[in-house]
């Protein structure tokens, strides 16, 4: 099986993102919006998880909901291929292959202790540049949540989670390293009720870290939520919310504000079609003046279906700001939409087949993108088949083909790769 250690919104994905434990799916490997860490849960502690490759996180983060006690070891081997590893431009007319061997381990750990209940999971990668040796390089995660109930129906989440891991090449474009190191921390205190109103109010504060060659891409982002919700069995769960990012990157000497006004809807319509929607107003906000602001719609709406039998169709767009680029920009207007099947062939095998596409407005002063870059598209075609030996034993293969096009059409490139995974879970 394979681990994701998100987040979420994120999506930063590693440079071996349809490899690696840290970021499975990802094919595209571009830095996403980061979330806290709303995946921990054993529902998804150690189960098979591609997520869709350009869609965020929801906006607010989630209580722990434990069903049982966990401990599970998990080694992985992968290997892959890529045509264009150093994601050189069509201009340079110049691109690198590389064969990569990753291998991997994951510990989750998860536990209920009365009234509070922790996860952990920990995971260690190395990345072997069997082409360029001197490029290989470990990659690490740590994260942990906690749920308190508090007087009946209230709790309180502590979360936080820290990443250590070489960035891709997408934005760089070169054969030059970057290693990343990302902290999160927040906290949620929700009064969440089987039915009825609920209040929430949450903070994080979520940091990145680069090399002195990539310093200007340093940030700090705080973020504020409130909201207000109501749950019935047979309605959902709405919520209306406001949230605010502050966002600091001090290299550039640039801030800005991010608000967001919105109404979120969370309900398994059927056993055969369920449905997550964020409709949300989104006001960015530069301190410098010669960055255009940012007022208008934002939203998250992803669709799942398993209405045609054996299929499980979903369906994804988003549109959101995101902070967190290995470019000289203020801020990035980011809309995205996706589309995955993934198709049953037994009870034990299955094939799946996606496209996702994502394009970017790069918010900066005149000319302080490199090379003026003002817009990009990404467009990502994936397939993969799967097939679980045994209860302990799962087996991977994927190819994916990623295919970018920028404004000005400086920074063009397509790259091509094929992975192979096997994972045993002790």
């Known amino acids: ?49 591609v997520p869709t490759g350009f869609l965020p996180s929801p906006t607010t983060p989630l209580p722990l909901s434990l069903r049982e006690n966990l401990f599970r070891l998990t080694a992985q081997a992968g290997v892959a291929y890529d045509d264009n590893i150093f994601r050189s431009t069509d201009e340079s007319g110049a691109k ?38 001197d490029r290989s390089r470990p990659r690490l995660g740590v994260a942990g ?80 939520i409130v909201g207000v919700g109501y749950r019935r069995p047979s309605l959902g769960q709405l919520q209306l919310y406001y949230r605010r990012d502050d966002t600091d990157r001090p290299t550039i000497g640039t801030t800005n504000t991010t608000d967001r006004f919105g109404l979120s809807f969370d309900r398994a319509i059927s056993s055969l079609l369920s449905a997550s929607i964020d409709l949300n107003l989104l006001s960015v906000r530069s301190t410098d003046p010669q960055v255009s602001d940012y007022t208008g719609p934002g939203w998250r709406v992803q669709l799942i279906s398993r209405a045609i039998n054996p299929l499980r169709i979903e369906a994804t767009t988003a549109r959101t700001i995101v902070n967190d680029t290995l470019l000289t920009n203020d801020f990035v207007l980011q809309s995205s939409y996706g589309l ?18 994502r394009t970017r407005d790069f918010r900066a002063a005149p000319e302080l993108v490199r090379g003026g870059l003002s817009n990009d598209d990404y467009v990502v075609l994936r397939a993969g088949v799967q097939r679980r030996i045994s209860d302990r034993i799962v087996l991977r293969g994927d190819v994916s083909h990623t295919k970018r096009l920028t404004t000005p059409t400086i920074a063009d490139f397509d790259a091509n790769r094929i992975t192979a995974t096997a994972d045993y879970r002790f």
């Open 96 to 133: 690198d292959d590389e064969l990569i061997v990753a291998p991997a381990a994951a510990l989750d750990v998860a536990r209920i202790l009365g009234t509070t209940q922790v996860a952990v999971r920990g995971q260690y990668g190395y990345d072997i540049f069997t082409f360029h040796p």
């Open 340 to 357: 995955g099947v993934t198709a049953a062939i037994s009870g034990l095998s299955s094939v799946s087949a996606g496209v996702d596409y």
């Open 1 to 49: 099986m394979r681990f994701v250690f998100t987040d979420h919104r994120r999506l930063v994905a590693p440079l071996l993102a349809s490899v690696c434990v840290a970021a499975a799916g990802a094919a595209s490997a571009q830095p996403l919006q980061r979330s806290g860490l709303g995946d921990i849960d054993t529902r998804q502690l150690g189960e098979t998880i």
């Open 145 to 224: 949540r906690a749920t308190s109930n508090i007087a009946g129906t209230c709790g309180v989440t502590p979360y936080a989670d820290y990443r250590r891991e070489r960035t891709d090449f997408g934005d760089i474009n070169a054969a030059i390293d970057n290693t990343s190191r990302q902290a999160r921390f927040g906290v949620l205190a929700t009064c969440l009720r089987p039915a009825g109103f609920f209040p929430s109010v949450a903070f994080e504060r979520y940091s990145t870290r680069n090399d002195d060659l990539f310093e200007f891409a340093d940030q700090t982002t705080k973020t504020y």
